[in-house]
């Protein structure tokens, strides 16, 4: 009984993570080391391509779509789906970047780029105000169509704003800080840790204590599982779900500020197209499945960072072009939400059997 | 257990005799990175076939990529990749010239030689800018070779690439600056861009409705490799013939059919080939210290002559090739092969 | 007790002509259609003559499309992998001709059907065996279909160019029989056909019934788990079609050039009134889904000719508009229709 109970949590989908991030790690490393020993035959200098400090250094890229998995997960654990997310995210960017010229003219500079980025969050939050809106009151469409559709009304805001330039403010102290959030960098313990991790790691705490710890997220997976019953069980499922979508849009508008500061403090109408699907990969992954009711949110960190090694291992050490890397995502998507359902059924096949066995016994 | 070890031995040995034997050239031990637009985009696999023939003279490695969906961000974590992975000189065509500044200048702050290509990067974030020809030059000779088909007058449109494409958005301002400028241009009445996205399906959409709205249209100037045989197609589907007529940058294998078809007397295009030859010269130089980006100082190329670095609009460095070639009903079939 | 079904038949004869309506969803949608074809008219002098027919060319590819797509909405499922799959069986088909190995049109048809059906097929056998949600699947073959387009070690290729086509291939889609192309005739047999095939056919009905409950198709003897990969079966086999419809329609493909495509098919089933959830919408509401799809389509361009940037923008917000206005129009259907039943 005590094995059995072993294997079962050996089963459990974040364990299957780590041991999946465990051998990633090792195939990489071990490629690079031999890598390294084909440079040093040809007699060029060596790089250590793959390491944990050049790791650490380098999730920026994989870090600026785990904001916005962060709230696709609470969407998924409700069963609904935000596609629109990458939209809202570059709309968020582009009204900070809009307003953030007039306020810079009337205050100071520091108080301008706080404004601006408090606009920069209320945007998020009234693009998934307006999802949620849509979701709750017309339940016919399921939540795909329907921020299908939101996401063409955002992006055509954003070109509505911006037109076809890049948005750049330049020589501007204030506004240049915005690099340091996806830059800057603390040193914990003689490694420099980036702050972007940091603030993620924050964020996911919240989320955890929100999800797992709360009446809220008992709440919200109870509405995953079965929104009649949950609405029968008393809980108000439509300003709920609504609340859920609004967090959401502010997890994306959180990324947006990040991407500004990625791409050298510039700002364009079609940033982050295309991120929604990274973020729906990385909450899946996490054990969020899209039928709803189920989830964690140790499964979605480990997730990104599980992305972020294959992603940069496959691109430097075994150098595949992008588009190869996406052929991965793509595969890992799929293989992680068939893989749960297989062992479902293994053990049940198992379970059977053994009650078999015992009926012809008896 | 023995025979391993001797095969190994064999193979190290072997392996150190063939960098003996070609540690003469220039290159050698050079990793060069290559960045572009967009993976999968024909122009520039033509561009990296002009690194292959470098490199096969200079004897350096490379290693080339794009993004998928031609994003900003995209380059980004590909430029990170290959400075994780210890290249010496970084050769990228820029989808967004201010986007990338910062993660260029960390590669410079690590020794790396960044020049952009086709595309610039800003000025505060490269080395050196290598581009085809001058953008005024581009511009101004796609509108002389149209006007002088429609015999300076009638309506004139252009169809464009994105809508936030740096390169083609220069052009056109060139383009609309001399149509402002020239007295010649006086009877040419110009209609304004329309937008096809480097998409063949919007490129042609566009197209379409742009002839349903002005049906006595004349001249088409197409700035984009991707977009020119959509408008060529969809000028030959609306039985437009002769009627239109365009001219833009194009793959000379992509429209040859339409040029020999009529649709176009001229198109033009630098050879990318020779673009990114080039390129490949000046960063081995670079990063072997021969050569030093500076105002009036001059390289050597074989097959080049007076290539000199002038200072740009920008406020950065630039060196033009200077070389654009048209390809018309009788020349564009020597080109199929190479573009 | 006899005396109260005589008393509502009455009634409902009374109101043959509402319920008529009631019942056939897509009258509404057709006089929808015909107010925005009216509308765009008037706003664009002379629209509708000059082009009609460019309506009905741009409209086949999405509606052979949206014809697949129906099947697989009505077993409750949705595939968004339509717009990859439509270019990764033009690219290989296309490199078959550019590489002198297909000559014939059927050939390339063949491919290009082949290719789609295996990828639904795919899909479908991990949706039913693996019990994975759809949109998972079909987004994760999004990714897989992109990336294998451009790699050397499987298609060799950046894009196939007019250059790459036989002559008589790149005539054929967009010749004309009576004054018309033969790429509308596709489409409408497409359409015809899917048409009878779920009417009138076993294995049609079935998707029907497993779509409206699944349980209960189950009990009939319905082999619902094989119903649902041939659903996916037939939209994959059609998005191969289109593949090859696009290709002789554009002369060329590339990787993500009907990116987003997808969008509108689904667009156009929604406007045409098939449910998402499965086991309601008619062939007919999905042609006139997407013949208003590519009004729009055709229309913005003529109205914000010089506002590029608004396109989208419009499109988005009309298409949004039109499927809202659709579910309310549902609604007071619905609303009528029960209180006629009294209840």
């Known amino acids: 009984m005590k094995a059995k109970k072993a294997l079962s949590r050996f089963l459990r989908w974040e364990t299957m993570l780590i041991v999946l991030l465990v051998v990633l790690w090792l195939v990489f490393d071990a490629k690079d080391a031999s890598l390294q020993a084909a440079r040093i035959a040809k007699g060029r200098r060596a790089t250590d391509i793959f390491n944990f400090t050049n790791m650490l250094n380098g999730m920026g890229p994989y870090l600026l779509y785990s904001f916005m998995a962060l709230g696709m997960s609470l969407i998924l654990g409700m069963g609904d789906i935000d596609i629109s997310v990458g939209a809202i995210a570059a709309l968020s960017a582009s009204v900070m970047g809009t307003v953030y010229g007039p306020f810079k003219k009337a205050m100071s500079p520091g108080l301008a780029l706080a404004l601006a980025l408090l606009c920069c969050v209320m945007t998020g939050a009234a693009c998934g105000f307006l999802n949620g809106f849509l979701v709750t009151r017309f339940r016919e469409l399921f939540p795909m169509i329907i921020t299908l559709g939101t996401q063409l009304f955002y992006r055509g805001f954003c070109y509505l704003l911006l037109g076809g330039d890049t948005l750049q403010y330049k020589d501007d102290a204030a506004w240049a800080g915005l690099k340091k959030l996806y830059s800057g960098s603390v040193s914990i313990g003689g490694l420099s840790v980036p702050t972007m991790l940091i603030w993620f790691l924050l964020l996911a705490l919240m989320f955890f204590v929100f999800l797992h710890l709360t009446t809220g997220g008992r709440r919200l997976f109870a509405i995953g599982t079965n929104r009649v019953t949950a609405r029968y069980s008393g809980i108000r499922v439509d300003s709920f779900e609504l609340c859920m979508f609004v967090i959401c849009g502010v997890t994306a508008a959180l990324s947006s500020m990040f991407y500004v500061g990625s791409v050298s403090a510039t700002v364009r109408a079609d940033a982050m197209t295309g991120y929604e699907m990274y973020a729906i990969a990385v909450a899946v992954l996490g054990g969020f499945s899209t039928g709803g009711g189920k989830g964690n949110i140790v499964g979605v960190v480990l997730s990104v960072i599980i992305f972020g090694v294959m992603k940069k291992g496959l691109g430097t050490v075994f150098g595949l072009p992008d588009s190869t890397v996406n052929l991965a995502v793509g595969l890992v998507l799929i293989a992680s939400s068939v893989l749960p359902n297989l062992l479902e059924d293994l053990s049940n096949w198992r379970r059977v059997r053994r009650q078999h066995a015992e009926a012809k016994l008896s | ?339 | 007790m006899k005396r109260d079904i005589s008393e509502k038949t009455r009634q409902k004869d009374s109101f043959s002509l509402l319920s008529y309506v009631i019942e056939h969803r897509e009258i509404p949608l057709l006089g929808v259609l015909a107010v925005l074809l009216a509308g765009v008219s008037i706003a664009v002098p002379g629209y509708f003559t000059g082009n009609y027919m460019n309506i009905l060319k741009n409209c086949s590819m999405n509606l052979v499309l949206a014809s697949g797509m129906l099947c697989v909405l009505l077993i409750g499922s949705i595939d968004i992998s339509v717009a990859a799959v439509l270019e990764l069986a033009a690219a290989i088909a296309g490199v078959l001709m550019r590489d002198g190995k297909i000559h014939t049109m059927i050939g390339m048809f063949a491919v290009g059907i082949g290719v789609g059906a295996l990828i639904g097929f795919i899909n479908g056998s991990i949706m039913s065996f693996g019990r994975v949600l759809p949109i998972i699947v079909t987004l994760g073959m999004t990714y897989l279909a992109r990336a294998l387009i451009p790699m050397d070690f499987i298609l060799g290729m950046n894009k196939i160019a007019r250059i790459d086509l036989t002559e008589y291939f790149k005539e054929f889609i967009l010749h004309e029989y009576l004054g018309i192309p033969v790429i509308v005739y596709i489409a409408g047999a497409v359409a015809i056909l899917m048409g009878l095939f779920l009417r009138y056919t076993r294995v049609g009905r079935s998707i029907y019934a497993t779509g409206s409950n699944e349980e209960a198709a189950r009990m009939r003897g319905v082999k619902v788990k094989w119903i649902k990969v041939l659903a996916h079966v037939i939209c994959g086999a059609l998005a191969g079609m289109a593949g090859i419809m696009r290709l002789g329609y554009y002369n060329a493909i590339e990787k993500g050039a009907a990116n987003g495509q997808e969008m509108y098919v689904i667009a156009a089933c929604v406007l045409g009134g098939v449910s998402v959830m499965g086991g309601y919408g008619k062939i007919t509401g999905v042609v006139i889904g997407a013949l208003m799809i590519a009004t729009i389509d055709s229309a913005i361009p003529q109205l914000f000719m010089n506002a590029t940037m608004m396109k989208e923008f419009f499109k988005g917000i009309l298409i949004l508009a039109a499927i809202l206005l659709n579910v309310l129009m549902q609604r007071a259907a619905n609303k009528r229709n029960l209180k006629g039943r009294d209840i």
């Not at chain 2, 049906?215 to 197609?233: E, M, Q, R």
């Open chain 2, 1 to 339: 257990m023995k025979k391993v070890l001797a095969i190994v031995l064999a193979l190290v040995l072997a392996l150190s005799l063939m960098s003996i034997a070609t540690a003469e050239k220039a290159g050698d031990g050079l990793t060069i990175g290559i960045v572009y637009k967009q993976s999968g985009n024909a122009y520039f696999q033509a561009g990296v076939s002009g690194f292959a023939k470098a490199a096969e003279e200079l004897g350096f490695e490379f290693m080339h990529d794009g993004p998928e969906d031609s994003s900003n961000d995209g380059q980004e974590r590909i430029i990170r990749n290959y400075i994780d992975m210890g290249v010496d000189v970084l050769c990228i065509s820029a989808n967004d010239a201010a986007g990338l500044v910062d993660v260029c200048n960390e590669a410079r702050a690590k020794g790396i030689v960044v020049l952009s290509w086709d595309a610039k990067v800003d000025a505060e974030g490269r080395d050196l800018d290598i581009e085809p020809a001058s953008a005024k030059a581009i511009g101004v000779q796609q509108l002389e070779s149209i006007a002088e088909t429609m015999g300076y007058e009638g309506q004139l449109a252009i169809v464009s690439a994105g809508a936030t494409a740096p390169n083609q958005n220069l052009w056109i301002s060139f383009i609309e600056e001399e149509l402002k400028a020239n007295e010649k241009y006086a009877k040419v009445e110009y209609l304004g861009v329309v937008y096809g996205d480097d998409d063949y399906t919007k490129s042609y959409d566009v197209t379409k409705s742009l002839i349903d709205k002005y049906p006595d249209i004349k001249g088409l100037i197409v700035p984009t490799t991707n977009g020119g045989p959509a408008v060529a197609k969809c000028i030959m589907d609306e039985g437009k013939v002769g009627q239109i007529k365009m001219t833009g940058l194009t793959l000379a294998s992509d429209m040859a059919e339409y040029i020999k078809g009529g649709v176009a007397d001229a198109t033009f295009l630098w050879n990318p080939i020779e673009l990114g030859y080039v390129t490949a010269y000046v960063g081995v130089a670079m990063a072997n210290g021969e050569f030093e980006a500076a105002e009036g100082a001059t390289i050597e190329v074989p097959g080049f002559e007076g290539l000199e670095v002038i200072p740009s609009d920008d406020g950065g460095l630039i060196l033009y090739l200077n070389k654009l070639n048209p390809f018309t009903p009788e020349t564009v079939d020597a080109w199929i092969d190479i573009l």
